[in-house]
């Protein structure tokens, strides 16, 4: 029998899929845990038990689907929006919006609850446009903290034509014919040009027979917040540009049109139902894809306009454009990414697209080239720096797709094929992205489980987690809210003897006193001036077990009474009450050099800890747990947090997989950035196996 001392001192890997609890010969391997449960990997590789979810609100109708999205006018204005069937309800900072008689404040939207998970959007500034193939695309336009309005979308320039167009000829008669002139006008703020004006005719000297005193003169009614009017003059049915106006008129001497800049044509390519499915902005423009009759093109709006689609004959460069992507199969376009280039994600493949030297103009126009060919499904995307993070067809995949300048190309790596047993017979509804602190991409799945991955490109970090709950996730988003990202979910749980729905959030995993930690699931939390007993305000927990962290220390065994009170058996001032939830960390089976093929009887262990509670627990793999006593600083100080080491003696048999097991009970913080154990290992037979 041989004495072997063995650590891990990162577990950026995350949980591994049960496949791979063998595989020693990977690089990964010892960075992989075999169980991480309710935990999350920090990107420096040491893993914690989660963050608590804190109470927002029932959502209007708990019968029915609903689905959160964000909404950022700026790094201090966001909120979360409760998608419900045919309501929009809006979040910030943790409660709901009132109108002017304190009620829930609301807006009807058309938007049944059955194609809530299909909705996609694009934001800019405080407009959200939202598109989906069975509705027309609507606006949601954001005025005040309670003053929303939800919008149908104009797909012509913001500033009206002028009208009452006229044409008055001055000079002799004969060799006459027909001059045909129209006018636009110009905004004054953003230089957009108008639709055209009426047609206005006069009979003329034919060019060659004009003097210098002949001329035409045009005049129409003047356009509210126009700077100056373009004039254009038909040529072959071409109307071809002649000059530009201040005023309400202009004196036409016999100037010759260009035909190299022409009038605009009006343009719609969404009328009569022909919906798109989703939008993003890129290089100025607004871009909509797969409409209803077209779903492998994008229509791109004119350059600095949103819904402008005009364009002219020939095209010129800052023309609304129409951009086919030619396949060998019809394959809708389900998502466009603005990076460097336009990223296209269809039901088959991904695209890049772009024009002449990374310009998208209509002329030249810009091409398609495809990527790669792994298929996107309709779940809307996040992006992690340069990395489009996404789900594969088929909603069983994780992927990620990036700019790799040695190939001059897009592609990317299956992210979740190390913890595909997350994945197996699930399909992934709802993904988000949590950027600060943590790099946590949140992923719902359909059957109401939760998975986190803490993603990293360039530190090569994709550590996988599974978080439960006395629940099942429908829907989450994700918003800043201070100096922290903050994660908003729609939970299903049974309360009270009823299905009921609620809106609960994230609280900061960055603890940095333990009485104050908030470590449970649809709680709430309260600082008290002076002690109390008695606690009221919890009855969306009635009649539910819940456990508490009172001044630090732990209450089990506390009922809500129907009218949403508990008392405590102490008196406190820090209280933090809620639903519990427990942490489980597993590592992969502790092997040495040549040690496969051995018993092994792990007898002592060694946790490595940080800003954390010392009472955990160590598993036996005989299944008993062993509580971990407190330092004399945190019996002294029941705020205190730990960092250091603690040595367990755990009671176990041999077994060839042996394995360093943890669990945390309670609402306590414990951070582990390192495990290391003594194991003593012996030939066995194969008939041992």
């Not at 390519?269 to 890129?282: I, R, V």
Request: proline content about 4%; glycine content about 6%; hydrophobic content about 35%.
């Amino acid at each position: 029998m041989a004495n072997t001392r063995i650590s891990q001192v990162s577990f950026s890997r995350g949980e591994f899929c049960p496949p791979l609890y063998m595989r020693t010969d990977l690089e990964q391997y010892s960075i992989g845990l075999k169980t991480l449960k309710n935990g999350f990997v920090h990107q420096e590789g040491c893993v914690s038990n989660r963050f608590g979810l804190e109470y927002v609100g029932q959502v209007k109708d708990s019968s029915k689907k609903v689905r959160l999205i964000p909404f950022t006018f700026n790094s201090e204005q966001t909120y979360i929006i409760e998608a419900g069937d045919k309501y929009f309800r809006f979040i910030q900072d943790g409660g709901y919006i009132l109108d002017s008689n304190d009620e829930i404040y609301e807006i009807a939207t058309p938007y049944a609850a059955e194609d809530l998970q299909y909705l996609k959007f694009a934001q800019s500034a405080d407009v959200l446009t939202i598109t989906h193939l069975n509705y027309a695309p609507k606006e949601l336009v954001r005025y005040d903290h309670d003053n929303w309005v939800l919008s149908s979308i104009l797909f012509e320039p913001s500033i009206t034509p002028p009208s009452g167009l006229t044409a008055a000829w001055t000079g002799g008669t004969g060799n006459m014919r027909t001059y045909t002139y129209l006018v636009t006008a110009v905004d004054a703020d953003t230089l957009e040009e108008s639709a055209r004006s009426n047609e206005a005719s006069v009979s003329g000297h034919r060019e060659a027979y004009w003097t210098t005193s002949e001329y035409i003169t045009l005049s129409w009614t003047a356009v509210a917040g126009a700077t100056e009017y373009n004039v254009y003059r038909s040529v072959n049915g071409i109307f071809g540009y002649v000059g530009t106006s201040k005023t309400n008129s202009f004196t036409d001497d016999n100037i010759e049109p260009d035909l190299k800049e022409t009038a605009p044509i009006q343009k719609n390519p969404f009328a009569n139902g022909n919906n798109p499915s989703c939008c993003a902005y890129y290089q100025q423009r607004k871009i909509y894809a797969n409409t209803v009759d077209n779903p492998q093109t994008l229509y791109a709006s004119q350059t600095a306009t949103s819904n402008n689609f005009n364009c002219s004959r020939p095209l010129i460069a800052t023309d609304a454009v129409d951009v086919p992507l030619a396949d060998r199969e019809v394959n809708e376009i389900r998502h466009l990414i603005p990076f460097k280039d336009l990223i296209a994600l269809t039901s088959n493949s991904e695209y890049k697209i772009n024009g002449a030297d990374g310009k998208f103009e209509a002329n030249p126009m810009p091409v398609a080239t495809i990527q790669s060919s792994y298929g996107s499904s309709h779940v809307q995307p996040v992006v992690s720096g340069s990395m489009v993070i996404f789900v594969e067809a088929g909603g069983g995949v994780i992927r990620e797709l990036g700019y790799d300048y040695l190939s001059d190309s897009y592609d990317g790596d299956e992210l979740s094929l190390y913890a595909s047993h997350l994945f197996e017979g699930k399909e992934i509804i709802y993904i988000a992205y949590a950027k600060a602190p943590y790099r946590i991409v949140f992923v719902v799945f359909d059957d109401g489980s939760l998975a986190t991955l803490t993603y990293n490109k360039k530190q090569k970090l994709c550590g996988w987690g599974r978080q439960e709950t006395q629940g099942s996730f429908e829907s989450v988003a994700v918003i800043r809210e201070g100096k922290e990202d903050v994660a908003y979910f729609v939970i299903k749980r049974h309360i009270n003897g009823q299905d009921v729905k609620y809106v609960e959030r994230t609280k900061s995993r960055i603890v940095k006193n333990a009485k104050t930690a908030f470590l449970v699931d649809c709680g709430l939390s309260a600082h008290f001036n002076s002690p109390v007993v008695n606690v009221s305000g919890l009855d969306h927990l009635a009649n539910t077990n819940v456990i508490a962290l009172a001044d630090g220390g732990v209450i089990t065994d506390l009922k809500v009474s129907a009218d949403g009170k508990i008392t405590l058996p102490k008196e406190t001032t820090d209280l933090v009450v809620g639903l519990p939830y427990e942490f489980e960390f597993e590592t992969l089976g502790v092997e040495g050099e040549n040690t496969h093929g051995l018993l092994k009887q792990i007898n002592t262990v060694t946790v490595n800890i940080l800003n954390s509670r010392e009472d955990f627990f160590i598993v036996g793999n005989m299944g008993n747990e062993m509580q971990l006593a407190r330092s004399i600083e945190s019996v002294n100080d029941s705020g205190y947090l730990y960092s250091g080491k603690k040595d367990a003696t755990p009671l176990n048999t041999p077994t060839d997989r042996a394995s360093i097991h943890l669990k945390q009970k309670y609402p306590l913080p414990l951070t582990i950035s390192a495990v290391s154990a003594i194991v003593n290992t012996e030939d066995i037979s194969d008939a041992a196996y």
